[in-house]
């Protein structure tokens, strides 16, 4: 199993700006994954890029993957009040192996 | 589907007293594990499973125990509960085959206060 590094820690943005946060790795993946965790809950799976593909999109969420530089990026557009949550990644090798969580980035959306 | 059940929600315990942390989820999946996360950190692994019958120690497996009868349970013993051991704990579940898998399913934690 590998951990994902998220950048930034903390980020703190207007209602309705663009969030973007990194997450780096070390070797290669099968997958890669973001998660949420609103404050006192459970992660709540986001989305999940595989690693032939270098963009998904989901609702206001937008996610680009390169291999190449062992990095993923997350983007949320037009944020509101209520994404404000901890945002973690999870790269995966295989299915057998445990994810391994980072500190995450808070960020916070201030209306 | 109920996904994965953790039960109880909260529970506080004396030092030294033992208790089964219970996890439950109904989708058929293999994999399983158990997560501790402190204030202000990250989520660390404790057990997890790929499998019935199978179980494997994680990141800190120190003071807890596992075990995987079926696929659908897999409970959290806590051996001689110690302050340290105070902390929010998370299940989650999913497929191990990646062709299925769509990501982790997690419960809404158990928060355990040891005093």
């Known amino acids: 199993s590998q951990q994902g590094e998220e950048d930034p820690q903390a980020l703190s943005i207007q209602e309705g700006e663009n969030a973007t946060m990194n997450c780096s790795y070390k070797?290669?993946?099968?997958?890669l994954q973001w998660y949420r965790q609103n404050s006192g809950r459970g992660l709540v799976h986001l989305i999940l890029?595989?690693?032939?593909?270098r963009e998904k999109h989901s609702g206001r969420l937008r996610v680009t993957l390169d291999t190449s530089k062992k990095s993923s990026s997350l983007l949320i557009t037009a944020s509101r009040a209520a994404d404000t949550a901890s945002y973690f990644c999870?790269?995966?090798?295989?299915?057998?192996?445990?994810?391994?969580f980072g500190k995450g980035t808070r960020l916070s959306v201030i209306a | 589907n109920a996904g994965v059940t953790q039960t109880p929600k909260f529970q506080v315990l004396k030092t030294g007293q033992s208790m089964t942390l219970q996890c439950a989820q109904d989708?058929?999946?293999?994999?399983m594990s158990w997560y501790r996360q402190d204030p202000g950190m990250g989520l660390r692994l404790i057990h997890y499973?790929?499998?019935?019958?199978?179980?494997d120690q994680g990141e800190v497996p120190n003071g807890y125990n596992v075990s995987r009868s079926t696929t659908e349970d897999f409970p959290l013993r806590l051996l001689s509960a110690a302050p340290s051991q105070t902390s929010v704990y998370f299940c989650?579940?999913?497929?191990?085959?990646?062709?299925?898998?769509?990501?982790?399913?997690f419960g809404s934690g158990t928060r355990l206060t040891v005093v």
């Open positions: 999870a790269p995966t090798s295989s299915g057998n192996t445990p994810l391994v």
């Open positions: 989650a579940s999913s497929y191990t085959d990646l062709r299925r898998h769509y990501g982790y399913t």
């Open positions: 070797t290669s993946i099968n997958n």
């Open positions: 890029i595989r690693s032939n593909e």
């Open positions: 499973s790929v499998g019935a019958g199978i179980t």
């Open positions: 989708m058929n999946h293999e994999y």
